[in-house]
Structures are given as structure tokens and as C-alpha cells.
């Protein structure tokens, strides 16, 4: 499923050095990412969501996961984004202001990481983790802001780091994590929508 071994914690800083100028494009911090893509891009969109960031970034980072999910699904190599969204731009100051918060929880989690679980090191479990993440995305778009996508942002980044690690047992922790976060995303849907009945 990947082909580095270099750490999530190595590529996060690089990503501040991406492009020029005050505004960081995707393509570059795609280009950045480079063989590690898939992985590193699960990680990279399910941390918006851990943090505090601006909207509308977690609800974008939730849609872009879903296309990446799909990708996974049917078996693609490497992540492809189309050309709107590899122009988009992110402030260099919210992506410095990002990776400072980021990086330290994610070197605390990757101290407990390990190769482990080499069952879930296979082409077709990549897809079954594809169809797992694209379940927990949909949820993640639907969650309450805020403190609903926190659960869920957090199994992502669990699932992520367990690929770029070949760790097994993390992606299952990953994976128990995003069950919960989607059973309160759809107790949050059912309670919009049944407020909405009653008004209505």
C-alpha cells in the first residue's frame, strides 16, 4: 500500500516550504507528498478537522476526502484532484499556524506505531479501507461543526497514519474510532431533521 518509509512527521514541515509567495497552491503540497500521497492525504485531510481551522477548510477537507476514498476504492496508484482544485490556494500563515498545531500530536502518535497486522498490507484491503473512509467522509460533511467532526477527523487520521506506518492495528482502532464518530453524525441528522418536522 505505500512505497516510503518516511514518517508523517518528516513531511509536515516540508509542507510550509512548499511553493512561493504567501499563498501555497494544492499541486504543490501534492507534489510534496509525492509516492506517499494516498496515505499522507488521508492524514493531511482528517487533521482540519482535529483542529481548530476556519471554515470553511474542514467541510473542503471532508468533500476531497470522499473523492479520495473513491480513488482508493477502485485501486488507483496514486491520488488525482482536478485541475480547479490543484490551482486553489491556502494562506502560507494558515498552513505554518496548522503544522505547528498539528505536529506534535502526530509524533506522539507515531511513537506507538509499528509494522503489525500484515493482512491489512494488501491491494484489496486498501480498497476495503477505501470503502471504510469514504463512509466515515459522508459523516464527516454531515457532523456538527466543530465538535462533531472531531471524532471523525481523528479516525481518519488514525486510518492514515496506520497506512503510512503498516500498521494494522492502528487502522482498527481507526476504524472503531470513525464507527462512533458516524453513529453521532447521524444522531446529529436525525435531531436536524426532526427539529425541522416539528417547525415545519
Known amino acids: 500500500m505505500l512505497q516510503s518509509h518516511h514518517r508523517t512527521s518528516d513531511t509536515l514541515p516540508a509542507l510550509a516550504l512548499a511553493g512561493d509567495g504567501p499563498q501555497i497552491s494544492v499541486r504543490s503540497i501534492i507534489k510534496t507528498l509525492g509516492e506517499r500521497g494516498f496515505a499522507l492525504l488521508v ?35 496514486s491520488p488525482w484532484l482536478p485541475r480547479f482544485v490543484l490551482d486553489k490556494t491556502v494562506s502560507r500563515h494558515t498552513v505554518d499556524s496548522f503544522i505547528e498545531r498539528a505536529l506534535p500530536w502526530v509524533q506522539k502518535l507515531e511513537r506507538f506505531a509499528k509494522p503489525r497486522l500484515g493482512l491489512l498490507d494488501s491491494r484489496i484491503a486498501f480498497r476495503v479501507i477505501g470503502s471504510v473512509l469514504m463512509v466515515f467522509s459522508v459523516a464527516l460533511v454531515f457532523a456538527a461543526p466543530f465538535i462533531g467532526q472531531v471524532p471523525l477527523g481523528f479516525a481518519v487520521v488514525l486510518i492514515g497514519l496506520g497506512l503510512v506506518e503498516r500498521d494494522g492495528l492502528l487502522v482498527l482502532v ?9 453513529a453521532l453524525s447521524l444522531g446529529f441528522v436525525i435531531a436536524l431533521a426532526t427539529g425541522a418536522a416539528a417547525i415545519f
Not at 174 to 182: L, N, Y
Open 43 to 77: 492524514v493531511g485531510l482528517g487533521l482540519p478537522n482535529c483542529l481548530p481551522m476556519p471554515p470553511p477548510i474542514p467541510l473542503l477537507c471532508g468533500l476531497l476526502l470522499i473523492f479520495v476514498a473513491l480513488q482508493m476504492v477502485l485501486g488507483w496508484s
Open 174 to 182: 481507526g476504524v472503531a474510532a470513525g464507527i462512533v464518530g458516524s
